[in-house]
């Protein structure tokens, strides 16, 4: 079995910035982009998660910022300059974990990934609560239970969205 620094990553997560360079930025979010922004420059805890009812455009409020770090747009702030929004979708971590520990060792390759001040990372979520509701099946409990150290000490930047409903 591979260690998690022979885990290719860009298989496993999605770089928003290329994707969403060309789109435009959303009309009359700016409110909610720069408390986003506020929180992500944070040192001790720099994830957000952003809450809203179905259907309102969260995941957009995401590519929205991912076009304008792409295009180095001056809403950004200096400390964020440089950075790349990936999402995770959490169906790239759990397909092809078959094996015991393959699961965990991809989940440990994106936390690596994503805390190397290097690659200037910021983690997406979308659907974040299927890791957090006491319903989560073992596997996303699993992915959850590596992923919260990483959090709980600020060593990642983290953008989770879910619905109210949820």
């Excluded at 596997?139 to 600020?154: C, D, E, H, N």
């Amino acid at each position: 079995m591979p260690d998690p620094t022979e885990i290719d990553v860009s298989q496993l997560l999605i770089d928003y910035n290329a994707k969403f360079a060309s789109t435009g930025t959303v009309l009359f979010r700016d409110e909610l982009i720069h408390q986003t922004l506020a929180v992500l420059i944070g040192k001790n805890k720099p994830n957000t998660i952003l809450v809203c009812p179905a259907g309102v455009g969260k995941t957009k409020i995401v590519e929205d910022l991912a076009f304008r770090f792409a295009n180095d747009d001056p809403l950004i702030p200096d400390k964020l300059k440089g950075y790349t929004i990936y999402e995770l979708p959490l169906q790239n971590i759990v397909s092809d974990s078959g094996l015991v520990g393959d699961l965990e060792k991809k989940v440990k390759a994106v936390v690596a990934f994503i805390a190397d001040p290097k690659e200037k990372a910021i983690l997406f979520i979308d659907e974040i609560h299927q890791l957090t509701t006491s319903s989560a099946s073992s596997v996303y409990q699993k992915i959850a239970q590596i992923l919260k150290p990483a959090l709980a000490r600020g060593e990642i930047k983290c953008i989770g969205a879910t619905t109210t409903q949820e």
